[in-house]
C-alpha cells in the first residue's frame, strides 16, 4: 500500500479559509495573524489527475426522515434539570437532549471544577461519562473527593483518541458526556498533532455526530489563546449548539458564566458563583454581594443597575480623578468599555463643562463584571465627576440612564425591573432619565425618591444639591 503523502497548508481560525503559504491577512475574512500552520495528507488522484470521490448510486439512501408531528417536545422529556439552578438558567431552563456545550474560559477560572460538580448532580439519578485527556484519573478522583461529588454513578476514562471515546459512547450510552479538553482529543486517521486545526475540527464534528445520533447531551472544554476567544478554528463555535464563557479575575472569587450562543435559549442571562474551597458555590442574590465592603462618604463611586437577562443586578462604579504628572493623561478602564469612557468624558468636557484634559482618569468595576449596557453611561460619569470635584455620591443613591453626545440623558429599557430591585436593597434616592420618569407611577415605588434629569449637567446638579 503506498504511503500517504503530507502537506502543510495555513489554515484561518476565523473563517477556515486554506493557503498553500503563510499570510500576514487572512484573503477571505480580512482577519490579521489568524493563519495557523497544519499538516494534512494529500487526497488520492485518479489517472486523470482528479481528486478520487466515492461514486454514489442515484436515488440509493439509509436515511429514514421521522413526520415532524410525531417528534415529542415535552419539557421533562426533552431537558435534564442539572440540579444547579445557576447554570440551569444560562442553559435556558436545563440540559436539552442530545445538545452539544462548549465551555470556555482562562486555565484556573473554574471549568473542570464546574463540570465536576454537574457530573455529581446528574449522577443522582442518571449515568455520567468523564473522559479526560489531561488528567489521569487519579487526579479527578482526589478533586471529586475534595467537592464532595457523589461517585455512584460517574464513570471515569482518561483517553485522548476520539474513536475509541466516540465507541465507548455508543456502547455505554450514558446520559450525559463530559470531554475534557477537545484540545487534547486526536483522531488517528487525521495526520496532525493534537490542538490543530483540523484535529479540533474533526473531533468535535465527530463528538457532535455521536451526541446527535444518540440524544446524549455532551459537554466539551475548549482552551481559550492570549486574545480570550476558544483556541481552534471558529467553525468549532459554530456547529455546537451553546457556547459558555467563564468570566471573572482569578484573584477574586467571584466567577460569571456567561451564554455568547444558546440555540435553546436566551444569551443575554448569566450564572454568579462563588469560588470556594469546596468548589463553585451559587449567588442567589448577587446585588448584595456586589455591593459588600462599599466605600461610605468616599467620593468617585456611585451604583449602576445593569438587566443581565431577566435579572437587576446592582454594580459599583469606581473612578479615580488625579492630576496628571505627564504631558499626555492616562486612561485607563477595568471592567468597562475603553472607548466608551473616551466618549463619556468627551461630552462631559463639551457638555457639562468639566475639564479632564490634565487628569489621569481611572474606571474601575467592583467584582470582576464586565458591564457593556449603556444603561451604565450615567453613574460612570457622575463617578467620574463625583471625584473630579470630590463630592461625594449619596449612599442611597443610584443611577441609571444612557448618554447622548448632546449630553442628553436618554430612556433605558426595563426601568421598573431595576427600580424595584434597588428599593428591595435598600436604596431611597435613584436618578432616571426624565423621559422615563413620565411613563412611571411613582406611587408603585414608595420610600424611593425619583429624580428625573434631561441633561447630564442636571443629574450632576441634583447631587449637588442633595450634598
Same mark, same amino acid.
Given at each position: 500500500?503506498?504511503?500517504?503523502?503530507?502537506?502543510?497548508?495555513?489554515?484561518?481560525?476565523?473563517?477556515?479559509?486554506?493557503?498553500?503559504?503563510?499570510?500576514?491577512?487572512?484573503?477571505?475574512?480580512?482577519?490579521?495573524?489568524?493563519?495557523?500552520?497544519?499538516?494534512?495528507?494529500?487526497?488520492?488522484?485518479?489517472?486523470?489527475?482528479?481528486?478520487?470521490?466515492?461514486?454514489?448510486?442515484?436515488?440509493?439512501?439509509?436515511?429514514?426522515?421521522?413526520?415532524?408531528?410525531?417528534?415529542?417536545?415535552?419539557?421533562?422529556?426533552?431537558?435534564?434539570?442539572?440540579?444547579?439552578?445557576?447554570?440551569?438558567?444560562?442553559?435556558?431552563?436545563?440540559?436539552?437532549?442530545?445538545?452539544?456545550?462548549?465551555?470556555?474560559?482562562?486555565?484556573?477560572?473554574?471549568?473542570?471544577?464546574?463540570?465536576?460538580?454537574?457530573?455529581?448532580?446528574?449522577?443522582?439519578?442518571?449515568?455520567?461519562?468523564?473522559?479526560?485527556?489531561?488528567?489521569?484519573?487519579?487526579?479527578?478522583?482526589?478533586?471529586?473527593?475534595?467537592?464532595?461529588?457523589?461517585?455512584?454513578?460517574?464513570?471515569?476514562?482518561?483517553?485522548?483518541?476520539?474513536?475509541?471515546?466516540?465507541?465507548?459512547?455508543?456502547?455505554?450510552?450514558?446520559? %450525559?458526556?463530559?470531554?475534557?479538553?477537545?484540545?487534547?482529543?486526536?483522531?488517528?486517521?487525521?495526520?496532525?498533532?493534537?490542538?490543530?486545526?483540523?484535529?479540533?475540527?474533526?473531533?468535535?464534528?465527530?463528538?457532535?455526530?455521536?451526541?446527535?445520533?444518540?440524544?446524549?447531551?455532551?459537554?466539551?472544554?475548549?482552551?481559550?489563546?492570549?486574545?480570550?476567544?476558544?483556541?481552534?478554528?471558529?467553525?468549532?463555535?459554530?456547529?455546537?449548539?451553546?457556547?459558555?464563557?467563564?468570566?471573572?479575575?482569578?484573584?477574586?472569587?467571584?466567577?460569571?458564566?456567561?451564554?455568547?450562543?444558546?440555540?435553546?435559549?436566551?444569551?443575554?442571562?448569566?450564572?454568579?458563583?462563588?469560588?470556594?474551597?469546596?468548589?463553585?458555590?451559587?449567588?442567589?442574590?448577587?446585588?448584595?454581594?456586589?455591593?459588600?465592603?462599599?466605600?461610605?462618604?468616599?467620593?468617585?463611586?456611585?451604583?449602576?443597575?445593569?438587566?443581565?437577562?431577566?435579572?437587576?443586578?446592582?454594580?459599583?462604579?469606581?473612578?479615580?480623578?488625579?492630576?496628571?504628572?505627564?504631558?499626555?493623561?492616562?486612561?485607563?478602564?477595568?471592567?468597562?468599555?475603553?472607548?466608551?469612557?473616551?466618549?463619556?468624558?468627551?461630552?462631559?468636557?463639551?457638555?457639562?463643562?468639566?475639564?479632564?484634559?490634565?487628569?489621569?482618569?481611572?474606571?474601575?468595576?467592583?467584582?470582576?463584571?464586565?458591564?457593556?449596557?449603556?444603561?451604565?453611561? %450615567?453613574?460612570?460619569? %457622575?463617578?467620574?465627576?463625583?471625584?473630579?470635584?470630590?463630592?461625594?455620591?449619596?449612599?442611597?443613591?443610584?443611577?441609571?440612564?444612557?448618554?447622548?453626545?448632546?449630553?442628553?440623558?436618554?430612556?433605558?429599557?426595563?426601568?421598573?425591573?431595576?427600580?424595584?430591585?434597588?428599593?428591595?436593597?435598600?436604596?431611597?434616592?435613584?436618578?432616571?432619565?426624565?423621559?422615563?420618569?413620565?411613563?412611571?407611577?411613582?406611587?408603585?415605588?414608595?420610600?424611593?425618591?425619583?429624580?428625573?434629569?434631561?441633561?447630564?449637567?442636571?443629574?450632576?446638579?441634583?447631587?449637588?444639591?442633595?450634598?
Amino acid at each position: 500500500m503506498a504511503k500517504e503523502k503530507l502537506k502543510t497548508i495555513y489554515v484561518c481560525t476565523q473563517c477556515g479559509e486554506t493557503s498553500p503559504r503563510w499570510l500576514g491577512r487572512c484573503p477571505s475574512c480580512g482577519s490579521w495573524n489568524t493563519m495557523t500552520e497544519d499538516v494534512v495528507a494529500e487526497p488520492a488522484k485518479t489517472s486523470s489527475g482528479r481528486s478520487a470521490a466515492p461514486a454514489r448510486v442515484t436515488g440509493q439512501t439509509s436515511l429514514k426522515p421521522l413526520k415532524l408531528k410525531n417528534i415529542s417536545t415535552t419539557e421533562e422529556k426533552s431537558r435534564i434539570i442539572t440540579g444547579i439552578s445557576e447554570l440551569d438558567r444560562v442553559l435556558g431552563g436545563g440540559i436539552v437532549l442530545g445538545s452539544v456545550t462548549l465551555i470556555g474560559g482562562e486555565p484556573g477560572i473554574g471549568k473542570s471544577t464546574i463540570l465536576l460538580q454537574l457530573c455529581g448532580e446528574v449522577s443522582r439519578t442518571r449515568n455520567v461519562l468523564y473522559v479526560t485527556g489531561e488528567e489521569s484519573v487519579r487526579q479527578i478522583k482526589l478533586r471529586a473527593e475534595r467537592l464532595r461529588v457523589p461517585q455512584d454513578n460517574i464513570s471515569i476514562a482518561a483517553e485522548s483518541d476520539v474513536d475509541e471515546i466516540c465507541g465507548l459512547i455508543e456502547q455505554m450510552k450514558p446520559d %450525559l458526556v463530559v470531554i475534557d479538553s477537545i484540545q487534547t482529543m486526536r483522531c488517528a486517521d487525521v495526520a496532525s498533532s493534537s490542538g490543530t486545526v483540523s484535529q479540533v475540527k474533526e473531533s468535535t464534528a465527530r463528538f457532535l455526530n455521536v451526541a446527535k445520533t444518540n440524544e446524549i447531551p455532551t459537554f466539551i472544554v475548549g482552551h481559550v489563546n492570549k486574545d480570550g476567544a476558544i483556541a481552534g478554528p471558529k467553525v468549532m463555535e459554530h456547529i455546537v449548539d451553546t457556547v459558555l464563557y467563564f468570566e471573572g479575575d482569578k484573584t477574586l472569587p467571584y466567577r460569571v458564566l456567561r451564554a455568547v450562543k444558546n440555540r435553546y435559549g436566551s444569551t443575554n442571562e448569566i450564572g454568579m458563583f462563588d469560588m470556594t474551597g469546596k468548589g463553585l458555590e451559587q449567588i442567589d442574590n448577587p446585588s448584595q454581594v456586589m455591593l459588600e465592603g462599599r466605600p461610605i462618604g468616599i467620593s468617585g463611586t456611585c451604583v449602576a443597575c445593569v438587566m443581565e437577562g431577566t435579572r437587576p443586578v446592582l454594580s459599583e462604579i469606581q473612578a479615580l480623578v488625579t492630576k496628571t504628572t505627564f504631558p499626555s493623561p492616562r486612561r485607563t478602564a477595568s471592567g468597562f468599555d475603553y472607548n466608551r469612557m473616551y466618549l463619556l468624558l468627551a461630552v462631559l468636557e463639551k457638555r457639562a463643562g468639566y475639564v479632564f484634559g490634565n487628569q489621569d482618569v481611572y474606571v474601575n468595576i467592583v467584582g470582576g463584571l464586565r458591564l457593556e449596557e449603556t444603561a451604565c453611561d %450615567l453613574p460612570v460619569c %457622575l463617578a467620574m465627576a463625583s471625584s473630579l470635584l470630590d463630592l461625594p455620591v449619596p449612599e442611597k443613591t443610584l443611577a441609571i440612564g444612557e448618554i447622548g453626545l448632546g449630553g442628553e440623558i436618554r430612556s433605558v429599557p426595563h426601568l421598573e425591573t431595576r427600580l424595584r430591585e434597588a428599593q428591595r436593597i435598600g436604596f431611597d434616592t435613584a436618578i432616571v432619565p426624565k423621559h422615563n420618569l413620565k411613563m412611571l407611577d411613582s406611587a408603585q415605588f414608595p420610600g424611593l425618591h425619583l429624580i428625573g434629569a434631561a441633561y447630564l449637567r442636571d443629574a450632576i446638579n441634583s447631587i449637588k444639591l442633595k450634598d
